[in-house]
């Protein structure tokens, strides 16, 4: 499960974040993960929630949003949504399709307290 080892590194991006700009306490992150990133957040969510504990993480509200999948269908030059790697281009059909969106794995923003 990758998602255990990606946690781990959102939680040490905050506590990175936390040193440098001096803040105690997360209220709320607020991730992007894309669509086609491979990532299951059911799995994600889960990992973060486990590490909390103990952690700056900990009572902060995580908020994860899934951009689309997009793609340029390189036969009928258009920009379309995919739902995973391997679709057909909803339009033509085809499988020529360049990925280009949704593939992220981000910290958008992070709202925190110094008290």
């Known amino acids: 499960m990758h ?3 990606l946690a781990g590194g959102v939680l040490q991006l905050v506590d990175d974040a936390a040193r440098r700009e001096g803040f105690s306490r997360l209220i709320e ?4 993960v894309g ?13 973060l929630e486990s590490l909390a504990p103990g ?8 908020v994860i949003e899934e951009p689309p999948g997009l793609a340029f269908c390189l ?3 258009q920009s379309v949504r995919i739902s995973q790697r391997g679709d057909a281009c909803p ?4 499988y020529q399709l360049q990925p280009t969106g949704g593939m992220e794995l981000r910290v958008v923003d992070m709202r925190v307290s110094d008290d």
């Open 3 to 5: 998602e255990a080892s």
């Open 29 to 32: 992150l607020r991730l992007e």
């Open 35 to 47: 669509q086609l990133a491979g990532i299951d957040l059911h799995a994600l969510r889960f990992a």
């Open 55 to 62: 952690t700056i993480l900990a009572g902060a509200r995580i």
């Open 75 to 77: 036969p009928c030059g």
């Open 91 to 94: 339009l033509c059909a085809g």
